[in-house]
Every structure is written in C-alpha cells, then in structure tokens.
C-alpha cells in the first residue's frame, strides 16, 4: 500500500479572494465542494519523542468521523511536502498509538501523551483534473492553537492524488499568479509548536 503524501500549502494572504478561488477550481456545474468539520488534537511525549523524530501524531475528527494519523517526511524549499501518511479509523479522541501495530515502521514506546496543539478548522475541497493528472484542492478556514495562544488558519492545500508533481507545481504558480497566494513551508502541526514555544 502506497502511503505517500504528496502535496503543497498556500496562504491566503486577502480572504476576500476565497470565492475567487472557489469560482476558478470549480470546473464545471456538476462538481461540488465537499465540506469537512475538522478538529485535531496533536499528541506528543513528555520528552518530545515524536517532535525530535520530525514525527506528526495526531486524532481528528472529520464531521462525523474520527481519524488518528501518523506523518513523517520532509519538505523543500518550494513548499512541497512529501511525507509517509498512515490514517486509522478510531472511535475516541484520546491517544492510542497501537492501532498502528500492522504498520511495521510504527512502534510503540511510551503510553503517556500530552496534548501539544490543536487545530480547529473548516475544509472545502474538491477533485479535478489539472493537465494530465488528477489532483485534490481544499481550502482550509480556522485556527490553529499551541497552549494559550491562536494563529488563523487561511489556506489553500493540493494533493497530488494522480500523475506528475510537475502537474501540482503548474496549478500552485497559477493560483500563485492569479491570486497573489503566498508557498508556505510550516505544517499547522508546526505552526501550533511556534505558538506554543515549543521551537
């Protein structure tokens, strides 16, 4: 099984273009946005086991959905992300690492978690085809918070689900050039560290 994420994060720096945007990805009538209710809470060790490792553990609740999520992997100075991401079906929101016992590169050391940050956040996003490649584009709206202090969360994410990275690359320069969209490099995971004083 593929686990490969591959994507690119964009701020939007003036959220008077959110409809804009909207307007150009939707390709036609028939395509919809889904939209998704998402609030995550980022679990990590007394020690910071899984920040030192540049490892993301996470449970989400997606509308009516519950959703752990384990992430490593790196990004380059173009924004794009390339990770492992692993998703497990849950039924609570407290930690629980063993349900990625069948993943091999997962391991489970230490039982005590504390929550590190918290993103709280609405996602539209809709499928299309860019080129020759089939691509996913949400718009993330929200707010990310590590310990007492709150960021806004105003961007646009895609994932390459399909085909060539040169394909994702051409559509973030257009909504760069149509839209005046800003690469960004920092995760929300990240993000929530910055706020929390954690780096």
Not at 188 to 195: A, D, N
């Amino acid at each position: 099984m593929n686990n490969q994420e591959i994507e690119v994060k964009m701020e939007i720096k003036d959220e008077a273009q959110i409809e804009n945007i909207r307007g150009f990805l939707q390709e036609n009538k028939e395509q919809s946005w889904q939209r998704i209710d998402m609030k995550a809470i980022y679990y990590d060790t007394e020690d910071n086991f899984y920040q030192k490792h540049k490892i993301a553990y996470r449970v989400r609740c997606e509308n009516d959905c519950i959703v752990a999520t384990y992430k490593s992997g790196k990004v380059n100075s173009d924004g794009l992300f390339e990770r492992v991401e692993i998703n497990k079906k849950v039924t609570k929101l407290t930690p629980d690492i063993n349900v990625f016992a069948e993943d091999k590169d997962i391991w489970s050391l230490i039982k005590k978690f504390l929550p590190i940050v918290i993103t709280d956040f609405v996602r539209e996003c809709i499928e299309l085809t860019w080129l020759d490649s089939k691509l996913e584009v949400a718009l993330d709206l929200g707010f990310v918070q590590g310990r007492e202090n709150k960021a806004p969360i105003c961007e646009v994410e895609i994932e390459l689900k399909q085909g060539k990275m040169e394909d994702l690359l051409s559509l973030k320069d257009e909504l760069i050039k149509k839209f005046g969209l800003q690469i960004s490099a920092i995760s929300k995971y990240k993000k929530g560290l910055i706020l929390a004083g954690q780096i």
